[in-house]
């Protein structure tokens, strides 16, 4: 098993506190724990079932069914920010396509590899486009296929055509070890390519004599409404996102090119590593992430829907707090607050309070903890001042203790 596979069955979570100043309120701060932690799910209600998303803000980068993606996240009760990274360019504007396609025909090749349904749809289509989709058939037909996975192979037999190998964990390196185990020494070997070059797959197969030739049916290009994607990033560095979610390598590459231009690609990573997990459809998307020291999500199915109940799975161990009180039941679940099943509305910085005071338990936390929380840089003016807002937003104020000389607490 590759190490993305190892990720990707290991569903590693963003394991670092949201504060690094103080350990009880780290522990305060942070519900669950890693992977394999013994930590308790909190115990379901009927918004966990009905709208397992309710008061989570979450980013979508994706650009082709990003509607499907934001509609699924949306049904469920979440908020979406939608910034494309990436489209795909026109196929009337991909001349490299048709001239790779043209090479390949020529070359007659002995193998090919088809990584992904939309890739070979996409490639008869372009084919089809310009005049020589029979041609490329009748290339293919006479190839020995192999699959990236199920999908894939849906795509190559729709187009009548015959696969002989298929991937056992849907990865491109597993194909490549078949190959090269029946041997590609003088063959000719093509490559449907997916958006995101995987190289040292097709060094590999280089390295063992093959002759390879390369086409991607999709390239990335700038999409429109170019300040969309900066807010996004400033929405994640600023801790105003739960979960951020991507569906290609390339859209990660062109967030970590804006963060640069921007100057916040230090602070963004940081983010993603302590406030706002990262998603992913498969161990594919997940590279850029891993090469940045970020462990994403990944499904053990590299479907949207088993990254979407994922998604649901983990807010839910970690992202809900519930608290009986003496003002009853409080439940915080991202940025939506009920005390008793009634909503209550509230500012960013009372909240942000609340929610280390509901994650201590009825434990004191000190105020100097506190003001580190709220960057307040020990202003015990702007710390009091930020506790009266907060007992102003509840509809009882003998929910927040204030304990003489030690701190703050809830009443439980």
């Known amino acids: 098993m590759s190490a993305l596979n190892a990720v990707a069955a290991a569903h590693p979570e963003p394991g670092a506190p949201l504060s690094p100043l103080n350990p009880a309120l780290a522990s305060a701060l942070t519900v669950g724990g890693p992977a394999g932690s013994s930590a308790p799910e909190p115990a379901e209600d009927a918004t966990d079932r009905d709208l397992p998303l309710d008061g989570f803000r979450i980013g979508v980068t994706s650009h082709r069914r990003s509607q499907d993606l934001i509609e699924a996240l949306e049904r469920r009760g979440a908020e979406v920010l939608h910034a494309p990274a990436l489209k795909i360019a026109p196929v009337r504007e991909d001349q490299s396509l048709i001239d790779d396609t043209r090479a390949i025909i020529a070359a007659r090749p002995d193998l ?220 915080l679940r991202g940025r939506s607050l009920r005390i008793n099943g009634e909503p209550v509305e509230m500012a960013p910085a009372p909240l942000l309070l609340l929610r280390a005071l509901i994650g201590a338990g009825g434990a004191v936390l000190s105020r100097e903890a506190l003001s580190d929380l709220l960057e307040l840089r020990g202003s015990v003016h702007a710390l009091d001042m930020t506790v009266s807002r907060l007992r102003s937003a509840l509809p009882d104020t003998r929910l927040v203790e204030t304990v003489v000389k030690r701190g703050y607490r809830i009443r439980v």
Not at 236 to 264: I, K, R, Y
């Open 112 to 331: 090919c590899i088809a990584t992904t349904a939309y890739g070979m749809r996409r490639w008869c289509e372009a084919a089809d486009t310009f005049g020589i989709g029979d041609q490329l058939l009748e290339t293919l037909s006479a190839t020995r296929m192999f699959v990236r996975g199920p999908k894939a192979r849906g795509a190559v037999r729709a187009a009548g055509l015959a696969d002989v190998g298929i991937s056992s964990d849907e990865t491109t390196s597993t194909l490549v070890d078949m190959l090269l185990a029946e041997g590609v020494r003088g063959k000719t070997v093509a490559v449907q390519l997916h958006g995101y070059t995987d190289v040292r797959q097709l060094e590999r197969l280089r390295m063992s004599g093959a002759t390879v030739l390369t086409v991607t049916p999709y390239r990335w290009v700038k999409p429109d409404g170019a300040d969309r994607l900066p807010k996004l990033i400033e929405a994640a560095c600023s801790g105003n996102l739960d979960v951020l979610t991507f569906t290609s390598a390339p859209a990660v590459d062109a967030m970590w090119s804006t963060a640069h231009e921007m100057g916040v690609y230090k602070q963004l990573v940081e983010s993603l590593k302590t406030t706002v997990a990262t998603a992913v459809v498969g161990p594919i998307t997940a590279q850029p992430l891993l090469d940045a020291g970020l462990h994403p999500l990944i499904p053990e199915r590299f479907r949207m829907g088993a990254l979407i109940r994922l998604v649901c799975e983990h807010l839910a161990l970690n992202h809900v707090r519930r608290l009986d009180t003496v003002s009853g039941r409080v439940e």
